[in-house]
């Protein structure tokens, strides 16, 4: 870390004794790894608002960022701030072959064998092959960014291993590997201010803009009272750029986060983003943090309420957001979301989170939450909740949405369909081994819907049902094992949402049958109302209940759909009320129908509603024939219910899947078949075990080879490699 400030002082001294023929200006400014906070407020009051005295007169930007683990040094002109946004290559176009011929006369004159690159200077270059494994905000880029011509020397090819730690000591410091680059880097920038005409021959001259926005804007809460949005001061704003630029996969698809707070009324000012254009979007946080125990008082709230969208379109040269909202809460963290078939997370960067209240089943008013993935595949979610309500939370992927990856609900033995978290008001509540926590919450569940499934003879298809990993995993926490717990914990996570899954594929088919045949026996009670009993008006609809409620009540005992609702009283209660609203909808039919028929608006709509007539004359008319052989119509029907319930209970309620093949025309370029589990992304996530287990029933004699990719930090230069066949050779990276 103090390299970059005594190399700033030694080219002080450097070029106090050999003056060049430019003026050069050393600037030192603080908060780098704060969003290069001093850089954005230098160049807007400096720059910016002293155009005409001082910014006018800047020809060339150039920063260091040393590291004395190698000596080669690169030339870049983008950095991570805005996500290696491109736009700060463009003002070096012009320059940038005068750049090499003079690294390669400075190389000469100092006898120096170091490897210089300019390839960073392009807008197309990749970083990863001059920064395999680590990626830093450049001073440089924002001045880039607002049309200044700027680039950064930064030390390259190395993994500063010890970059933000404590082991970043001046004792570990290679001053010979320092020494070369200041040679470079003193001798480099002299021969570049001692070039005669060096604006506009090479640099061409700028003007204050290109995409420098402004941001502005309120953090508010909302006050149910008053029903509006209310400021709240001492807010701490985070924002960053994100999913822009030729960042590869295996990165971080972020730029670094810069932090703001809001004054005494909310107000929030950050100086110096880059425009979207569309498609460089901006993400927008806010909190409060209790300054004793520094867990989260406040937090965005995407309830509801919520104003601004997290994600920001900036737009001009000063963007207004409106309206942020946070609220008050509480906060679970969670560790190790993702899909447990694969123990990473989506390929697609597609997870997401629910919060529902636990009661409800539905999202409270105000709720939030935050998720980073890291590159090692292990992530971390913050849970913002509502203080004293009871939580469920359930994480989902795009290809995942019917079902949850993760799901908490805090079941228990006496509450296997759980209780919900609850957290006070800046409360901070933390679930290690989450996945084991997962794991429980998924076996609870679905053992308490197979345990009615099984009372009345369904079995899922399946032998997992069998294993109790989690119940291992839980002894080995218990006892300390740790390593054992998390290995069995994630074997458990993912046997039980496997199970869990068709249990509740198998519920829902049978509560959907519930349903329909509930429906039926509303018919079927009118039916033997008009059939063998003789009343009218009130004593009509009362007759009609009672025979449905007899009738129901066989069905609750000989079905289980009843049994697997989550409410019986309410899936009643939709019923009552249909049943309670037919006559109404009946009645208002036959009006529409008369009017229609009336009217002969046209033959299609007087023909239709004649048909309609007739159907319902012929309902009447079998109604009275029933009527008059009730012995012989009570039969019939008896003999229909008792084939209907037989269809019902020897019925499968289990659910089958049959891979589609797609045949394509083109020869395979290898005897073999691959099997992707989603559309077209290099199987990064697999595919499921229950494929394997089938392909290995009907493929003995066959190599199979599943793959499920993790990209780590390491940048492709160092994996990469060449294929060689006959005389043909091809460069993978």
């Known amino acids: 870390e103090c390299l970059g400030i005594s190399s700033l002082l030694n080219l002080v001294r450097y070029y106090s004794l050999n003056p060049p023929k430019y003026s050069i200006v050393f600037l030192a400014v603080s908060g780098h790894n704060l ?29 260091i960022d040393l590291n004395s683990e190698t000596t080669d040094l690169a030339l870049l002109a983008n950095g991570y701030l805005y996500s290696l946004y491109q736009f700060p290559a463009k003002p070096l176009r012009k320059a940038l072959q005068y750049f090499s011929t003079v690294i390669q006369k400075v190389k000469v004159k100092l006898g120096l064998s170091t490897n ?30 607002a049309g200044c011509p700027s680039f950064s020397i930064v030390t390259c090819k190395n993994s500063r291993e010890l970059w933000q730690t404590p082991l970043d000591t001046i004792d570990h410091v290679n001053i010979k590997n320092v020494n070369v680059q200041f ?102 946080r806010a909190y409060i943090v209790d300054e004793k125990s520094g867990c989260v008082t406040y937090a965005p709230d995407l309830g509801k309420y919520s104003y601004s969208e997290r994600g920001l379109n900036v737009e001009g040269v000063l963007f207004n957001f409106g309206y942020f909202v946070i609220f008050p809460c509480g906060s679970l963290v969670l560790f190790d979301a993702g899909d447990p078939r694969t123990l990473n997370e989506p390929v697609d960067h597609s997870l997401y989170v629910k919060v529902n209240d636990h009661e409800t089943h539905s999202p409270p008013d105000h709720w939030g939450y935050d998720y980073e993935s890291l590159s090692d595949g292990s992530s971390i979610i913050m849970v913002y909740a509502p203080s004293r309500i009871p939580i469920e939370i359930m994480v989902h992927a795009s290809y ?30 933390t679930l290690p081994l989450t996945i084991i926590h997962y794991a429980k919450d998924f076996y609870m569940i679905r053992n308490l819907r197979q345990t009615i499934l099984y009372k009345y003879g369904l079995k899922l298809p399946s032998d997992f ?17 740790y390593t054992k717990a998390y290995r069995l914990g994630q074997i458990a996570w993912s046997v039980e949402r496997s199970v869990y899954v068709k249990t509740i594929d198998m519920k829902n088919d049978v509560i959907n049958v519930t349903v329909f045949f509930s429906m039926l026996l509303i018919l079927s009670a009118i039916i033997m109302e008009r059939a063998f009993i003789t009343a009218t008006r009130i004593k009509r609809i009362i007759i009609t209940f009672v025979i449905l409620a007899v009738c129901m009540s066989l069905f609750y005992f000989l079905h289980p759909g009843f049994a697997l609702t989550t409410d019986f009283l309410m899936l009643l209660l939709g019923l009552f009320a249909l049943i309670l609203t037919a006559p109404l909808f009946s009645f208002i039919l036959l009006h529409v129908a008369s009017a229609v028929k009336m009217k002969r608006r046209s033959r299609m709509e007087s023909g239709f509603m004649e048909e309609a007539t007739k159907i319902l004359f012929l309902f009447s008319f079998a109604s009275r024939i029933l009527k008059r052989r009730k012995l012989r119509s009570l039969l019939a029907i008896s003999s229909i219910i008792l084939l209907t319930l037989s269809l019902i209970l020897f019925s499968s309620f289990s659910i089958s899947t049959t891979p589609k093949p797609v045949h394509v025309s083109a020869e395979g370029r290898y005897n073999g078949v ?10 990064e996530i697999g595919i499921s075990k229950e494929m394997l287990n089938v392909l290995n029933k009907y493929f003995e004699k066959s190599i199979l080879a599943p793959r499920a990719w993790l990209y780590t930090e390491t940048g492709p230069s160092s994996l990469s490699f060449s294929l060689r066949y006959n005389r043909k050779e091809a460069q993978i990276r």
Request: charged letters at 20%; glycine letters at 10%.
């Open 674 to 683: 691959l099997i992707k589990y989603i559309e077209w992304g290099g199987l």
């Open 183 to 284: 040679r470079f880097i003193s001798e480099f920038i002299y021969e570049l201010a001692n070039t005669p005409n060096l604006q506009p021959d090479y640099l061409e001259p700028w003007s204050f803009g290109g995409l420098w926005s402004d941001l502005t804007g309120k953090i508010c809460v909302y006050d149910e009272w008053t029903g509006w949005y209310v400021p709240i001061g001492n807010a701490i704003v985070c924002i960053r750029n994100f999913g822009v630029g030729p960042l590869p996969r295996y990165l971080p698809s972020s730029g670094l986060y810069i932090f703001a707070t809001t004054d005494k009324d909310g107000n929030v000012f950050i100086p110096g983003l880059a425009q979207s254009l569309g498609s460089n979007l901006w993400e927008i």
């Open 465 to 481: 049902t069998r294993y109790r990993y989690f119940q291992e995993s839980l002894d080995a926490y218990r006892n300390g094992e």
């Open 35 to 63: 969003g290069l906070v001093g850089t954005r407020w230098f160049l807007r009051e400096w720059v910016k608002e002293r155009w005409e005295e001082f910014g006018k007169k800047i020809i060339l930007w150039i920063n």
């Open 400 to 429: 995942e949405p019917k079902h949850p990856l993760c799901l908490l609900v805090n079941a228990s033995e006496e509450h296997p369909l759980g209780m919900g978290y609850q957290v006070d008001l800046g409360e901070q509540l």
């Open 116 to 145: 210089i690159y300019v390839e960073g200077l392009s807008e197309h270059a990749y970083w990863q092959e001059l920064m395999p494994n680590a990626i830093v905000p450049l001073d440089s880029e924002i001045a880039g960014m």
